[in-house]
């Protein structure tokens, strides 16, 4: 078995036009890795193929020690529920529940139990009981995220996670991001146009002219 989190090799894909053609990228456990470039350039794209979202046009990617487009649609459900996480720009929270509700329901269906001390880390824990519609963009987010850590993932995909947030909340984020990582023996891969956020990964790809290049 590999000892890769993930592996993706010859990746390419388009859609009215080819957006990236041979990619490469493995990220192992206890490691994070970003990967920047110029909006439009298919970055994100890339993260869904590599989460489970997008069948490449070519290429393979190995999750988790599973090729993951030989898969069939329950077994990749099963990846998504318990062993990967996604953070996205946006929160997609239960607005008509509390924060702390909204964890409870990630919690729950992935067989994990509510960590507190992810909130306080995140500097959330006073705001668990409020509704998601009472707190902030940037307080959503961090519950948004505390929902994803909560159920304990293996890799985390995260697609412009402090996009939104200010520069010191965005250096807290990745703060708890990273220190998981590292606790968890898990992965981090990042999509970022923020070159600060990026730099703070053990490795940095760019995306550029359809190829993926590590920066030096």
Known sequence: MSSFLLEATHISHGFETDLFSNVHLTLSPSSSAAIVGRSGCGKSTLLHIFSTFIKPDE???????????TLKEDAIEALRRYDIGIIFQFHYLFKGMSGLENIEVATMLSGE?????????LEIKELMGQKIGELSGGQQQRVSIARVLSKKPKIIFADEPTGNLDKETAELV??????????????????????DMASRCDLVYKLEDKVLTEEA
């Open 113 to 121: 139990t509510v960590d507190e001390g992810i909130f306080e880390k």
């Open 174 to 195: 990745m703060d708890v991001l990273l220190d998981y990582v590292k606790e968890n023996s898990a992965g981090l891969l990042l999509v970022t146009h923020d070159e």
């Open 59 to 69: 290429g393979s990617v190995t999750l988790l020690g599973k090729d993951l487009y």
